[in-house]
Each structure stands twice: as structure tokens, then as C-alpha cells.
């Protein structure tokens, strides 16, 4: 049974920086394209940042591009997603995703397994 768990959301200041993580199991992590999405309150669920396992190449949001990098280790089975100057706005939790779909697809439909999500709250 696959199973994605996401760490490393928090509190932090305008500007700062967190790093997330989402740790596979029960699938073969490099025949997935792992996805990152958040939410926010009373908001749909949108798209982030996704990378596939043929040659880690991503695909951003115009939102977070520039200021997010996406990247996996195929060792460890464990997706990253490290976030710099961070804003209000970024403000949502965060879920980890997996899909057998190559074409780093957007949408959270494509997606077969998620994770819990991890909270991100970014103080003004």
C-alpha cells in the first residue's frame, strides 16, 4: 500500500525559507512524477511544483517560480520541495503526490496517491 508523508512545514517570518519533505513507501518511487499542491482556507487545492523520475526536470507554478526548487533522491525515495522568500500568500498546507503520468501534469486529478499535508504558515 503506497504511502507519501510530508515534514518540515512550520511558522516562519516573510522572507524566510523552509524545506518540505515527502517520503515514499509501498511504491516504486522512481516510476512515479511526484507533485507538490497546497491549500489554503476556504480555497481550492492548486497546483505547486511537480518533477518526474526520468530526468528530475520540473514544472512551477508561475506563482512560486524563481522562489521554489523542486527536487528528488530516487536513494531515498523522498521528494523536496525547498521554498525561499517566502509570503503571506504562501500561506496553506501543503501535500505531497504521486502519479505514473510523465508529462509533469498539472492537475491534482492526475494524481493517484497523496500524503496528509504539512502546514506552512507564513507570519507578516
Known amino acids: 500500500q503506497a504511502q507519501l508523508v510530508e515534514s518540515g512545514g512550520g511558522l516562519v517570518q516573510v522572507g524566510g525559507s523552509l524545506r518540505l519533505s515527502c517520503a515514499a513507501s509501498?511504491?516504486?518511487?522512481?516510476?512515479?512524477?511526484m507533485g507538490w499542491f497546497r491549500q489554503a482556507p476556504g480555497k481550492e487545492r492548486e497546483f505547486v511544483s511537480t518533477?518526474?523520475?526520468?530526468?528530475?526536470?520540473?514544472r512551477y507554478a508561475d506563482s512560486v517560480k524563481g522562489r521554489f526548487t523542486i527536487s528528488r533522491d530516487n536513494y531515498k525515495n523522498t521528494v523536496y520541495l525547498q521554498m525561499n522568500s517566502l509570503k503571506p500568500e504562501d500561506t496553506a498546507v501543503y501535500y505531497c503526490?504521486?502519479?505514473?503520468?510523465?508529462?509533469?501534469?498539472?492537475?491534482?486529478?492526475?494524481?493517484?496517491?497523496w500524503g496528509q499535508g504539512t502546514q506552512v504558515t507564513v507570519s507578516p
Open positions: 503526490a504521486a502519479t505514473r503520468i510523465v508529462e509533469l501534469p498539472t492537475m491534482s486529478s492526475s494524481y493517484r496517491y
Open positions: 518533477i518526474t523520475w526520468i530526468d528530475s526536470s520540473g
Open positions: 509501498g511504491l516504486t518511487f522512481e516510476g512515479y512524477t
